[in-house]
């Protein structure tokens, strides 16, 4: 099925300036990394941008996100601010945490970001917790929490997704299984690879998307999203994507031997920047491409423009 055809023009245009805006800035900070500018490690989203974007197209401004250390890609398609990402990894005063977090730490509470956790899993209780707050509050606002294959071995997930189901409450769980944790693939650390199957055993919807392509994601999202909102409680949204990069670090690692080049290879053949870009007039590409690089170059002078915090700001918002 040709699944861009029931999109209209301006459906892909936005989808295609998320894509590329996420791509961009992403090789932007691989560029800039070894100057050292950058000061916090960084985990790269290159390659899995489309899961963030298909999903987050289909939220309200006021709905939730809870993201991973690999989160820049759902901190931007969730409405983030550029400037303050960037100077956040910089070390920065103007970063949305005022430097202290870096890279692994985005939060923008105005946009309805959640704080990103490095503790592999840890974000998946908190969202739940805050979707409870919001189901309580009954405005209809819909928490998405995005967490990898690794983070699904974690036992609290399973707690969370049992709790959720229990108490109908308004979230989407969103696993971006990109088959590694780490060094690991998911072949050696599972006898089994029905991820979807265990989690429709809670009592939620369950679905699996395997090709990558952002209009089916973002389909299957606002279906699900719909089933929230309407007071169904949960549901569940595994997304197959592929990481590009290495697991932390600009680079690429297929010399070390735990994947193959020919898995890279395959997901790029169904790259979703490329494939919107193509489907776009070259007019239209052009004007969006200019726009985002311009917007990456003053991201980047007022990260570097910013100064670093004082040093009385030390033990400032340190919560024990
Ligand atoms: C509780 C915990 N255990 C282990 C780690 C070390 N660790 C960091 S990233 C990672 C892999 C997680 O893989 P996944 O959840 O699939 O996310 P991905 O990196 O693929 O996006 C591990 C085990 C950690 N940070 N936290």
Request: glycine letters at 10%; charged letters at 25%.
């Amino acid at each position: 099925m040709d699944t861009a055809a029931v999109n209209d023009r301006e459906t892909i245009a936005r989808l295609y300036r998320g894509l590329a805006r996420i791509r961009r800035v992403e090789e932007r900070v691989a560029d800039i990394y070894p100057t050292d500018k950058i000061k916090s490690p960084i985990h790269l989203s290159i390659g899995q941008e489309a899961v963030a974007v298909g999903i987050c197209d289909t939220l309200r401004a006021d709905d939730i996100v809870s993201g991973t250390y690999r989160g820049h890609a759902t901190y931007l398609a969730k409405g983030g601010d550029l400037p303050a990402m960037l100077a956040e990894m910089f070390g920065k005063v103007g970063g949305c945490a005022r430097g202290k977090g870096g890279s692994m730490h985005l939060v923008g509470l105005e946009q309805g970001i959640l704080g990103c956790s490095a503790v592999v899993g840890s974000n998946v209780p908190v969202a739940a917790g805050y979707s409870l707050a919001l189901k309580r509050r009954g405005r209809g606002q819909v928490v998405a929490v995005f967490y990898g294959d690794g983070a699904s071995e974690e036992g609290g997930v399973y707690e969370t997704l049992n709790f959720a189901a229990l108490h109908k409450l308004p979230i989407l769980f969103v696993c971006e299984n990109n088959f590694l944790a780490i060094h690991e693939p998911l072949t050696r650390r599972w006898a089994a690879d029905q991820l979807t199957e265990r989690v429709a055993t809670f009592g939620m919807p369950a679905r699996r998307i395997v090709s990558g392509d952002v209009f089916e994601i973002r389909a299957a999202a606002a279906e699900l999203i719909n089933g929230i909102r309407a007071g169904a409680g949960p549901a569940f949204l595994e997304c197959h994507t592929y990481r590009w990069r290495e697991h932390v670090g600009p680079a690429e690692d297929y010399a070390a031997g735990y994947r193959a080049r020919t898995d890279l290879e395959a997901w790029q053949r169904k790259d979703q920047v490329a494939r919107l870009a193509a489907l776009l007039p070259d007019a239209a590409r052009q004007s969006i491409d200019a726009e985002i690089a311009v917007e990456i170059d003053a991201a980047v002078r007022y990260a570097e423009e910013s100064p670093f915090p004082a040093l009385e700001e030390l033990y400032d918002h340190v919560f024990a």
